[in-house]
């Protein structure tokens, strides 16, 4: 049973200020969820940026978006108020866009953009603007617009980063990535939201340029309200107790715990967690979460058996990997025929350092 209070739709609308400006709206989770919560507050937003409205998500878990936009407020459309009370939609990432247009407002400047690249597609909504003769100096390689935005310019500036320079996700591309985003943002004012299906990327523009914030929901879950709207949910009724993750957005849209993102900074999300920047006590306490799994462990475990144990990407486990490997406490079975950070890769513990890694494990944990 789902439990609503629901006053006036346009009860409060302007609450949080009158503002133009374009907004981004980012739903990142580790299982599939409706987004129509989030998504009918953001799109109040539209009232004052009247040119344009799009959102972006990846159905049935696969690797390939759905785009629906119109350049258009997106308070006067039948597409938003359709999709703000559709319960059939669901994804675990959502991105969404409301414009003021600084190029001419009409469908292929409108966001968000998607690209093709190997097996899954990409989306992407930029807020803010850029200038001077950044298209001299940022290479899109063979990626070309579709519209006239530096937005879109920037996006396919970012596929030529990622399929020339990204072989696989990890700490050092997620690096690479936000030294690209700061390369751009030199040119103007820059916050953007970017997903590939599996990830979402948040960066906010270095010197906090309108802003950017985000709240965690997890277990257990309260009721909250709309800011833009007198209209509550007791989210309880809404989520299972195992679904977690990130609503990312311009402005807080509930009357929720919101956090600003670092300015200049990346933020990625995996499966509902936040994998970069990595928290160095976080990563010391996995670090020594997968020491003590491969310990305990009755076998030589894999990677993948890792990751999926543990609910860690197989990145993070791949660092982590390396770390201990690095300090001599693991070593990867000798009749393993694949690479050592293959997700078949089997590891176990140094025999001679076990007593070692035994006393460790008692000190951290019991």
Same mark, same amino acid.
């Given at each position: ?112 953009? /998607?690209?093709?690249?190997? *097996?899954? $597609? =990409?989306? #992407?909504? %930029?807020?803010? +603007?850029?200038?001077? &003769? ?10 070309? /617009?579709?519209?006239?935005? *530096?937005? $879109? =310019?920037? #996006?396919? %500036?970012?596929? +030529?980063?990622?399929? &020339? ?17 700061? $390369? ?183």
């Amino acid at each position: 049973m789902q439990y609503y209070t629901h006053k006036s739709i346009y009860g409060v609308l302007g609450k949080a200020g009158a503002t133009k400006l374009c907004e981004l709206l980012g739903m990142a989770f580790n299982q599939p969820i409706q987004p129509n919560f989030s998504f009918r507050g953001f799109v109040h937003r539209g009232a004052y940026n009247p040119h344009g409205w799009g959102i972006a998500y990846y159905p049935d878990c696969e690797l390939a978006a759905q785009v629906i936009k119109e350049p258009l407020q997106s308070t006067n459309s039948t597409f938003a108020a359709f999709l703000k009370d559709n319960k059939g939609i669901r994804s675990k990432i959502f991105i969404s866009h409301v414009r003021y247009a600084t190029f001419s407002p009409c469908f292929a400047n409108t966001h968000p953009f /998607s690209r093709v690249l190997g *097996d899954r $597609e =990409y989306v #992407f909504a %930029h807020n803010g +603007h850029l200038s001077g &003769n950044y298209r001299d100096l940022l290479s899109t390689g063979r990626w070309t /617009s579709m519209g006239t935005t *530096d937005s $879109e =310019y920037a #996006f396919c %500036h970012l596929m +030529h980063i990622i399929e &020339n320079r990204v072989p696989e996700w990890n700490e050092e591309s997620f690096s690479r990535l936000e030294n690209s985003m700061r $390369e751009i943002n030199q040119f103007g004012n820059f916050n953007c939201l970017l997903s590939d299906g599996e990830r979402l990327f948040c960066y906010r523009d270095i010197n906090g340029y309108k802003g950017l914030h985000y709240t965690k929901r997890k277990a257990p879950f309260s009721s909250v309200k709309l800011v833009d709207e007198d209209f509550e949910i007791d989210l309880s009724e809404e989520k299972a107790p195992s679904q977690k993750g990130f609503i990312i957005a311009t402005r807080p849209l509930t009357d929720e715990q919101w956090k600003e993102l670092e300015p200049g900074r990346l933020a990625v999300i995996d499966k509902g967690t936040l994998v970069f920047p990595q928290n160095e006590s976080r990563l010391h306490e996995q670090l020594f979460l997968v020491l003590r799994f491969i310990r305990t462990a009755p076998h030589r475990v894999t990677i993948q058996e890792i990751s999926s144990k543990m609910e860690l990407t197989l990145d993070e486990v791949r660092l982590l990997i390396q770390q201990l490997l690095d300090k001599g406490l693991i070593r990867q079975d000798r009749r393993d025929t694949v690479e050592p950070y293959s997700a078949t890769a089997t590891y176990y513990t140094v025999p001679r350092r076990r007593l070692e890694i035994d006393a460790l494990i008692k000190v951290l944990f019991d």
